[in-house]
């Protein structure tokens, strides 16, 4: 929050006139002709013009003025002053020091390659870790350890001298999808297959979901959005059944329509169970 400003020139010249001749029994008694040809009056006038005059000029910055606070926050350039403030006010705006979890993870974007980030402290120990997920077609996207130590010497150099700075890999869940299906005139293999692609693309953690930019840490997954996934591809005419389930369980009957992960955890693809068969059989008639 940038400091207020005041404002000094909030008195009218009429204002200033009524305040002084208001005053004046104060400070004479035997003067009581206030009218304005009056000598004394006049000299009133005279005072609160200049008065009025001042308060205007100190009410407001002239621009070599301007030009100096530009140098002192270290802007030496030319062109409009409206534009090299703008400039300035961006720079600043800029986190260039890692105080708050937030320029953590601003400053961990600035990197190249990194997809997401997700910065988390631990207050007793002082220590700040910061998940780092890589731009990655890769099942899991993980950093390397040269990349982690590059990233962590970097926030190192920019946060508080007190601050233990650590970058660690993303935790991931396995999401597990039973499908079970039917189509009438497409081949179930190749069906099945499109299937599995398409759950794999669309739980990727770096560029899944439904906008394909990749899921967000601690985001709920619900079985609508893979329903709606299905719903796009030609050849689906009846889903039997759909859920999530435990791929180390044999009770698949058991499933689960929506998932919720950890704060800091991202979903990747897993072991999905799809059933496709022909409602009728390929070759025959209608």
């Given at each position: 929050m940038g400091l207020e400003i005041p404002n000094l020139d909030q008195k009218a010249f009429e204002t200033r006139i009524k305040e002084a001749v208001a005053k004046l029994p104060a400070y004479g008694k035997e003067?009581?002709?206030?009218?304005?040809?009056?000598?004394?009056?006049?000299?009133?006038?005279?005072?609160?013009?200049?008065?009025?005059?001042?308060?205007?000029?100190?009410?407001?910055?002239?621009?070599?003025?301007?030009?100096?606070?530009?140098?002192?926050?270290?802007?030496?350039?030319?062109?409009?002053?409206?534009?090299?403030?703008?400039?300035?006010?961006?720079?600043?705006?800029?986190?260039?020091?890692?105080?708050?979890?937030?320029?953590?993870?601003?400053?961990?974007?600035?990197?190249?390659?990194?997809?997401?980030?997700?910065?988390?402290?631990?207050?007793?120990?002082?220590?700040?870790?910061?998940?780092?997920?890589?731009?990655?077609?890769?099942?899991?996207?993980?950093?390397?350890?040269?990349?982690?130590?590059?990233?962590?010497?970097?926030?190192?150099?920019?946060?508080?001298?007190?601050?233990?700075?650590?970058?660690?890999?993303?935790?991931?869940?396995?999401?597990?999808?039973?499908?079970?299906?039917?189509?009438?005139?497409?081949?179930?293999?190749?069906?099945?297959?499109?299937?599995?692609d398409r759950l794999q693309e669309y739980l990727h953690p770096v560029y899944g979901g439904k906008e394909k930019s990749g899921w967000e840490f601690g985001e709920e997954l619900h079985i609508s959005q893979i329903y709606m996934l299905l719903n796009r591809i030609e050849g689906i005419d009846t889903i039997d059944r759909i859920y999530f389930y435990d791929a180390d369980s044999d009770v698949l009957s058991k499933g689960k329509t929506t998932i919720t992960l950890g704060k800091n955890v991202l979903p990747i693809s897993g072991k999905h169970s799809i059933t496709v068969t022909n409602i009728q059989p390929l070759g025959s008639c209608p």
């Amino acid at each position: 929050m940038g400091l207020e400003i005041p404002n000094l020139d909030q008195k009218a010249f009429e204002t200033r006139i009524k305040e002084a001749v208001a005053k004046l029994p104060a400070y004479g008694k035997e003067w009581t002709e206030y009218n304005y040809s009056d000598p004394g009056i006049t000299i009133i006038e005279l005072l609160a013009w200049m008065a009025d005059i001042n308060s205007y000029r100190l009410n407001r910055i002239r621009d070599d003025h301007y030009e100096a606070f530009l140098e002192l926050l270290g802007h030496h350039g030319s062109g409009a002053l409206s534009e090299r403030f703008i400039e300035v006010q961006k720079a600043l705006e800029t986190p260039y020091k890692a105080v708050t979890l937030d320029d953590f993870e601003y400053l961990t974007l600035q990197y190249p390659r990194v997809a997401k980030v997700k910065a988390k402290a631990d207050k007793e120990a002082n220590r700040v870790s910061v998940v780092v997920v890589p731009e990655s077609r890769e099942h899991d996207p993980r950093p390397s350890e040269a990349v982690k130590k590059k990233i962590a010497a970097y926030l190192q150099e920019r946060a508080l001298l007190t601050t233990e700075v650590s970058v660690v890999s993303p935790d991931y869940s396995t999401v597990n999808v039973k499908i079970e299906a039917k189509t009438r005139y497409h081949d179930p293999d190749k069906l099945k297959s499109l299937i599995r692609d398409r759950l794999q693309e669309y739980l990727h953690p770096v560029y899944g979901g439904k906008e394909k930019s990749g899921w967000e840490f601690g985001e709920e997954l619900h079985i609508s959005q893979i329903y709606m996934l299905l719903n796009r591809i030609e050849g689906i005419d009846t889903i039997d059944r759909i859920y999530f389930y435990d791929a180390d369980s044999d009770v698949l009957s058991k499933g689960k329509t929506t998932i919720t992960l950890g704060k800091n955890v991202l979903p990747i693809s897993g072991k999905h169970s799809i059933t496709v068969t022909n409602i009728q059989p390929l070759g025959s008639c209608p």
